[in-house]
T-cell receptor
Framework: GEDVEQSLFLSVREGDSSVINCTYTDSSSTYLYWYKQEPGAGLQLLTYIFSNMDMKQDQRLTVLLNKKDKHLSLRIADTQTGDSAIYFC????????FGTGTRLQVFP | KAGVTQTPRYLIKTRGQQVTLSCSPI?????VSWYQQTPGQGLQFLFEYFSETQRNKGNFPGRFSGRQFSNSRSEMNVSTLELGDSALYLC?????????????FGAGTRLSVL
């Protein structure tokens, strides 16, 4: 069946780059998403990429999509303490399938 | 433009009761989807409504139901509440059905079942 997998934890030093990875098994959606969730909050759309693109850059965020390997990644440049949150990738079918979420911890 | 609005934000119910949650989509959006988030199961799709019709349904028991009104506002209902229904319920809206358009989420309704 459809499945999306992510690593559970990532810890980085403030100012470094963070890379969060995601793999999926199906691909029928036009979009693949990255959402951010802070404690006690809903899901904030961070960025998205069209399924026919390979890369998208949006300020400090870079999304890479490898359709052949069904791999999606999110790179956050110059990671700040305010980036500490859980990051979910989602897609890629006609109902959003979410990964388990990657908890990003940024330390000074 | 106002975002997706979910009411209430917090609810406390007891086992056996029923509950209704509301979601007002972004103006102009006709698709509303519901998701349940729990620590154990993560984010799971409940159902999607588009133009007042249920378009897709997740793997949840019949106690979970929903509907959409002509103004695109949606409600979900959970009957005979169980402890395991305690969760954050999230609603998302988009102009077109899921898969073909960007999904925007509300802040969620946190339901506690005692």
């Amino acid at each position: 069946g459809e499945d999306v997998e992510q690593s559970l934890f990532l810890s980085v030093r403030e100012g470094d780059s963070s890379v969060i990875n995601c793999t999926y098994t199906d691909s029928s959606s036009t979009y693949l998403y990255w959402y951010k969730q802070e404690p006690g909050a809903g899901l904030q759309l961070l960025t998205y990429i069209f399924s026919n693109m390979d890369m998208k850059q949006d300020q400090r965020l870079t999304v890479l999509l490898n359709k052949k390997d069904k791999h999606l990644s999110l790179r956050i440049a110059d990671t700040q303490t305010g980036d500490s949150a859980i990051y979910f990738c989602a897609g890629p079918t006609d109902k959003l399938i979410f990964g388990t979420g990657t908890r990003l911890q940024v330390f000074p | 433009k106002a975002g997706v609005t979910q009411t209430p934000r917090y609810l406390i119910k007891t086992r056996g009761q029923q509950v209704t949650l509301s979601c007002s989509p972004i103006s102009g959006h006709r698709s509303v989807s519901w998701y349940q988030q729990t620590p154990g199961q993560g984010l799971q799709f409940l159902f999607e409504y588009f133009s007042e019709t249920q378009r897709n349904k997740g793997n949840f028991p019949g106690r979970f139901s929903g509907r959409q009104f002509s103004n695109s506002r949606s409600e979900m209902n959970v009957s005979t509440l169980e402890l395991g229904d305690s969760a954050l319920y999230l609603c998302a809206s988009s102009p077109h059905p899921t898969g073909g358009d960007i999904q925007y989420f509300g802040a969620g309704t946190r339901l506690s079942v005692l």
